[in-house]
């Protein structure tokens, strides 16, 4: 199977900056999408970013301009740069991938166990 683990998260100040990390591991044969969704008390998750193999991007229009994710394929990691935070970001930030594990040709959706990031006004 595939096991994602995030780090990078932790308390900044509003208009400060984040960079959150998450590595891919186990038996992989192909990841496709990866990106980051958010969850914060009393909402449902939310999409944050996503990024595919080839490199094309998609952001949420409220951290558009502010945030940037990008991926390493020979790492298996994907990254989310996190500028000008606002108080609105802080939220648990849970990493997520769409891969094939080996042995399969039926791509599955993977989750990491998250990490709060508090952006303080």
């Known amino acids: 199977q595939v096991q994602l683990v995030e780090s990078g998260g932790g308390l900044v100040e509003a208009g400060g900056s984040l960079r959150l990390s998450c590595v891919a591991s186990?038996?992989?044969?192909?990841?496709?999408?990866m990106g980051w969704y958010r969850q914060a008390p009393g909402k449902q998750r939310e999409l944050v970013a996503t990024?595919?193999?080839?490199?094309?991007?998609n952001y949420a229009d409220s951290v558009k301009g502010r945030f940037t994710i990008s991926r390493d394929n020979a790492k298996n990691m994907v990254y989310l740069q996190m500028n000008s935070l606002k108080a609105e970001d802080t939220a648990v930030y849970y990493c997520?991938?769409?891969?094939?594990?080996?042995?399969?040709?039926?791509?599955?959706?993977?989750w990491g166990q998250g990490t709060q990031v508090t952006v303080s006004s």
């Open positions: 997520w991938c769409t891969a094939q594990p080996m042995g399969s040709m039926i791509p599955r959706n993977y």
């Open positions: 186990g038996s992989i044969f192909r990841i496709n999408a």
């Open positions: 990024i595919i193999s080839g490199g094309s991007t």
